[in-house]
C-alpha cells in the first residue's frame, strides 16, 4: 500500500467518531476492488477498514455499502458500460460502481451528497486521484440522462437481476414457476434469524428478554426467532450465555429432521462451524463426532461448543478418507452438510454469485457424490444419513441423492415432513427455496434423508 493511501493518524475515526462518507466510500470501493479480483467479501471488508481505521457505526456502514455494491453490480456494471468512453483502472472503476450503486438505491442519500463524497473519496489515494474529474462528469451524467440509460440497460438479464447471465438461465429452467423470486430473494438483506438452545431457556423466555431489551421479534420456528430488526448480535441479552445462536430457520430443520433418538452416536461429517452440531446436542444426548476438512473453521466449533456449553468429539480429516479418522463404530445417524455452491444463501453472502463459476457445480456435484459413496459404509443397518446442501441448484440436491440410490439395493429415500407455523398439518420438504420477505422467511436448502435398509 503507498503512503498516500493511509489516512493520517489525526485524520482516522475513534470508536467514538464517524468517519466522512468519502472514507467509507473509499474502502468500500478497495473491498469491492478485492472481490471483483476474486476475494470473499468478508476478508476484503476487514481489510479496507482496517486500512481506514473504521469502527462502530462507520464499520457497518463500509459493510452496508460494499453489501449493497455486490448486490447491485449486475446493474451498476451496465451502466458504467454505457457511461466510459474509455476503461477506468480497477481502482477506479471499483469507486465508480459503488457510487452509482449507492446513486441506484433510491432515498438512502442525497444524490448530490454522494457524488461529491464519491469526488472526495477519489482524492483519497493516489490511485484514484487523477480520476477525480471523470468520476465527477460520469456520476453527473448518470443523474442528468438517468431514464435513457435506464431504458437502455433495460433488456440486459444480468443488469435486471444481477446475478451471472449463467445462473439466471439455470434458475429458469430449473425452477420455471419460482426463478424471478428466488432471484429477488437473493438481492435484499437477510433477516437475523437466532436459534434459542433449549437446554438453557424457552423460545418464549428469550423473546420476553429480547422484547424487553428493544429488541423484539417473533417465533418462526420450534427453537427460532426473527429479530424485527437485524443488530450486533454478540451484544443481544443470552448470546455470551449461550441461551442464543444465529442460524437460518432452513438450517434450523437439520436438528430436527435427522430424526434423534436419545444415546444415538452421530457423525457430524463437515460440521465447521458448528452450528448443526451444536443444534444435535441441544436438543438430544448423543455421542456426536463433528468432523471438518477446515482445521482453522474446526475452531469455531470449539468456541461454539464452549458458548452453548456442549461438548463433542471433534476432529480434523476429509470426509471422503473415511480410513484416516473412523474408529470402526457405526454412527446411528450422520449428518452430511455438504460443501456446495452456496446460491440458497446468496442474500447472506452476495459475493458468491459472482465469484462462482460455471464448471464449479460439477466439481462440487462429484464431491457430494464422492462423500455420499464414502460416508454410507460407516452408517448403522436401520440408521439415516440426512443430505444437506444450501443450494437451489438439483445437480447438488435431487441429482446426487439419486445417483447414489441408483441400483442400491441397501438405501431407500424416507419422506422428510415439516410443519409451519400456522399451518394444520405438516407437508413433505426436499427442495426449499428462499422465501424472503414472507410470514416465515428462510434460506435456501435441499434435504433428503436416505436410510440404510437392515
Ligand atoms: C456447509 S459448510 C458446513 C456448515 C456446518 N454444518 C454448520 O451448520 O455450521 C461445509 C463444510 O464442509 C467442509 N468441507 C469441505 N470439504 C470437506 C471434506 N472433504 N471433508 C470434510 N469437510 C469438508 C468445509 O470446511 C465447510 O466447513
Known amino acids: 500500500m503507498e503512503a498516500s493511501e493511509q489516512p493520517a493518524a489525526s485524520a482516522g475515526p475513534t470508536p467514538a467518531t464517524r468517519a466522512p462518507l468519502a472514507t467509507e466510500l473509499q474502502a468500500a470501493a478497495q473491498t469491492l476492488e478485492r472481490v471483483r479480483a476474486g476475494r470473499s467479501l468478508p476478508p476484503s471488508m476487514d481489510e479496507a477498514a482496517q486500512r481506514w481505521r473504521l469502527e462502530g457505526v462507520s464499520r457497518a456502514a463500509l459493510y452496508d455499502i460494499s453489501c449493497t455494491a455486490v448486490r447491485r453490480l449486475g446493474t451498476a456494471g451496465a451502466l458504467a458500460g454505457r457511461l466510459n468512453s474509455r476503461q477506468p483502472s480497477p481502482a477506479l472503476a471499483a469507486l465508480q460502481l459503488v457510487a452509482l450503486s449507492e446513486l441506484l438505491a433510491p432515498g438512502r442519500r442525497h444524490e448530490a451528497v454522494v457524488v461529491d463524497q464519491a469526488v472526495e473519496a477519489a482524492r483519497l489515494t493516489a490511485g484514484t486521484r487523477a480520476g477525480a474529474g471523470f468520476l465527477n462528469?460520469?456520476?453527473?451524467?448518470?443523474?442528468?440522462?438517468?431514464?435513457?440509460?435506464?431504458?437502455?440497460?433495460?433488456?440486459?438479464?444480468?443488469?435486471?437481476?444481477?446475478?451471472?447471465?449463467?445462473?439466471?438461465?439455470?434458475?429458469?429452467?430449473?425452477?420455471?414457476?419460482?426463478?424471478?423470486?428466488?432471484?429477488?430473494a437473493g438481492n435484499v438483506p437477510p433477516p437475523l434469524t437466532l436459534r434459542v438452545n433449549l437446554r438453557r431457556a424457552t423460545v418464549e423466555d428469550c423473546l420476553r428478554e429480547l422484547e424487553a431489551a428493544g429488541h423484539p421479534g417473533r417465533r418462526i420456528g420450534p427453537q427460532a426467532i426473527r429479530l424485527d430488526r437485524p443488530c450486533d448480535v454478540s451484544r443481544l441479552p443470552g448470546f455470551a450465555q449461550g441461551r442464543l445462536s444465529v442460524q437460518d430457520l432452513a438450517a434450523q430443520m437439520a436438528a430436527p429432521l435427522l430424526d434423534l433418538q436419545p444415546g444415538q452416536r452421530v457423525l457430524d461429517a463437515c460440521a465447521a462451524p458448528g452450528g448443526k452440531s451444536a443444534h444435535v446436542l441441544e436438543l438430544a444426548d448423543a455421542e456426536l463426532l463433528a468432523l471438518d476438512s477446515d482445521a482453522g473453521r474446526l475452531q469455531r466449533v470449539h468456541?461454539?461448543?464452549?458458548?452453548?456449553?456442549?461438548?463433542?468429539?471433534?476432529?480434523?480429516?476429509?470426509?471422503?478418507?473415511?480410513?484416516?479418522?473412523?474408529?470402526?463404530?457405526?454412527?446411528?445417524?450422520?449428518?452430511?452438510?455438504?460443501?456446495?455452491?452456496?446460491?440458497?444463501?446468496?442474500?447472506?453472502?452476495?459475493?458468491?454469485?459472482?465469484?462462482?463459476?460455471?464448471?464449479?457445480?460439477?466439481?462440487?456435484?462429484?464431491?457430494?457424490?464422492?462423500?455420499?459413496?464414502?460416508?454410507?459404509?460407516?452408517?448403522?443397518?436401520?440408521?439415516?444419513?440426512?443430505?444437506?446442501?444450501?443450494?437451489?441448484?438439483?445437480?447438488?440436491?435431487?441429482?446426487?441423492?439419486?445417483?447414489?440410490?441408483?441400483?442400491?439395493?441397501?438405501?431407500?429415500?424416507?419422506?422428510?415432513?415439516?410443519?409451519?407455523?400456522?399451518?394444520?398439518?405438516?407437508?413433505?420438504?426436499?427442495?426449499?427455496?428462499?422465501?424472503?420477505?414472507?410470514?416465515?422467511?428462510?434460506?435456501?436448502?435441499?434435504?433428503?434423508?436416505?436410510?440404510?435398509?437392515?
Open 137 to 184: 462528469a460520469t456520476l453527473r451524467r448518470f443523474l442528468r440522462e438517468r431514464p435513457v440509460l435506464m431504458a437502455a440497460i433495460a433488456h440486459d438479464q444480468e443488469a435486471r437481476w444481477n446475478h451471472p447471465r449463467w445462473w439466471i438461465d439455470r434458475l429458469r429452467n430449473e425452477h420455471p414457476g419460482r426463478w424471478e423470486a428466488i432471484l429477488a
Open 303 to 454: 468456541e461454539n461448543l464452549a458458548r452453548l456449553g456442549l461438548s463433542a468429539q471433534v476432529a480434523c480429516g476429509d470426509a471422503r478418507r473415511t480410513a484416516d479418522w473412523w474408529d470402526g463404530r457405526r454412527f446411528d445417524r450422520i449428518l452430511l452438510d455438504a460443501p456446495c455452491s452456496a446460491s440458497g444463501i446468496v442474500r447472506r453472502h452476495p459475493e458468491i454469485r459472482w465469484l462462482r463459476r460455471r464448471r464449479d457445480l460439477a466439481t462440487l456435484s462429484a464431491v457430494q457424490s464422492e462423500m455420499l459413496a464414502a460416508l454410507w459404509p460407516l452408517l448403522e443397518p436401520g440408521g439415516k444419513l440426512l443430505y444437506a446442501t444450501c443450494s437451489v441448484f438439483r445437480c447438488e440436491g435431487d441429482e446426487p441423492v439419486e445417483r447414489f440410490l441408483a441400483g442400491r439395493t441397501d438405501a431407500e429415500r424416507v419422506e422428510l415432513r415439516w410443519r409451519w407455523p400456522g399451518d394444520a398439518q405438516d407437508g413433505a420438504v426436499g427442495q426449499l427455496l428462499p422465501a424472503a420477505g414472507e410470514q416465515i422467511d428462510h434460506d435456501g436448502f435441499f434435504y433428503a434423508s436416505i436410510r440404510k435398509i437392515p
